[in-house]
């Protein structure tokens, strides 16, 4: 489990003394995050201390033995953080939304010896995020982990940033090999909801946390309202499950017997679904022999209305259940289009 933490920005060299020295003594934080430039959505709010930030950073991290890291968005960033000795870098979510920008940063990640994590980009496409990673593996920088922290959309239900936990383990699909951290700080956007968020990643089986740790989060200059303090990043630590220990491995046997199951059921519906596809086969030649239009809106619409009342029986949810006939329905109709498909 890796924790990365610290204050949104730097504020003063005893802010981050302060914060650096209570997240020193904790064995979970690998690394200090600490922002030095930041985005800031409309002109006018505060938007980092750049460079002396970067020297106070360099002093501490050899007084109290931490490293730091922080957020690049230009090439001239990695510059300056190679010569104050910051190693780590994270690219944020406005910058992996825009290939031109990470190809840039990618220009300065040459002369290699930098592990850039990569944040999510603001809207919900795995492929800029992928994309991203793969432009800052081609550059010669290890790409070290993924940063989910969620997705700016019009209606964020609650959330700061909606986690759209499915786009994450897309993610993880593609590229296994990439540990993922979840950000509930930026997810969450109010400290009440780092708490169950963090909860959630651990059972999602995420790497670690990047967690928004202040000294004095009410007195923060950016993004106070979702900032904990250090006790209060302990004690979200103690809550954490901890997936070395001998319980949850015991946990995990016991589940063995009904993976075995799903296992069994999931093999079963992937066979029905090719015979289902290969009766629509049938279905298409003889409805091409017979000159019948492939979509019959009404045979349609009574095996929506059977499915979905045998489903309520069932106790299935009637979202759920239409959305998978839907995709069926439409695999149908492609493979019954697709003339070339030979018949088996
Ligand atoms: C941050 O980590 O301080 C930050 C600005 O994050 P994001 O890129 O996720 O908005
Ligand atoms: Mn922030």
Not at 70 to 76: F, I, Q, Y
Not at 307 to 325: H, Q, S, V, Y
Request: hydrophobic content about 40%; aromatic content about 6%.
């Amino acid at each position: 489990m890796t924790i990365i933490a610290g204050p949104c920005s730097v504020e003063s060299r005893e802010q981050l003394g302060e914060v650096a020295t209570a997240l020193a003594g904790v064995p979970q934080v690998k690394l200090i995050r600490a922002g030095v430039w930041k985005p800031r959505t409309r002109p006018g709010a505060f938007e980092g201390l750049g460079e002396v930030a970067l020297g106070w950073m360099q002093e501490l991290s050899a007084e109290l033995d931490v490293a730091f890291c922080c957020e690049v968005a230009r090439p001239e960033h990695i510059e300056l953080c190679r010569t104050y000795g910051i190693h780590t870098v994270w690219i944020g979510a406005r910058t992996t939304t825009n290939p031109f920008m990470v190809e840039e940063i990618c220009s300065a990640l040459k002369d290699g010896g930098m592990d850039v994590m990569v944040k999510n980009p603001v809207c919900p496409d795995v492929r800029l995020w992928i994309g991203a990673i793969e432009r800052i593996e081609a550059s010669g920088a290890r790409c070290t982990a993924a940063i989910h922290r969620g997705f700016y959309l019009y209606n964020n239900q609650g959330y700061r940033n909606a986690p759209m936990w499915e786009v994450a383990l897309e993610l993880r699909r593609h590229r296994p090999d990439i540990p993922i951290l979840c950000d509930p700080s930026h997810m969450g956007g109010q400290r009440e909801l780092v708490g169950q968020l963090a909860a959630t990643a651990m059972q999602l089986d995420y790497d670690g946390l990047m967690v928004e740790t202040h000294p004095h989060p009410e007195r923060a200059w950016s993004d106070g309202q979702q900032q904990i303090t250090p006790s209060e990043l302990l004690s979200l630590i103690g809550k954490l499950p901890s997936s070395q220990s001998s319980t949850a491995s015991s946990r995990l046997s016991t589940l063995q017997p009904l993976r075995g199951q799903i296992d069994t059921v999931d093999h079963e519906l992937l066979r029905l679904l090719a015979h289902r596809m290969d009766i629509s086969r049938r279905i298409a030649h003889i409805k091409q022999q017979e000159g019948i239009p492939v979509y019959q809106s009404g045979r349609w619409n009574e095996v929506v209305a059977d499915r979905l009342g045998m489903a309520e029986d069932l106790g299935l949810e009637a979202t759920f259940t239409k959305e998978i006939l839907e995709r069926i329905h439409a695999e149908s109709i492609r493979v019954q289009m697709d003339r070339t498909d030979g018949r088996k």
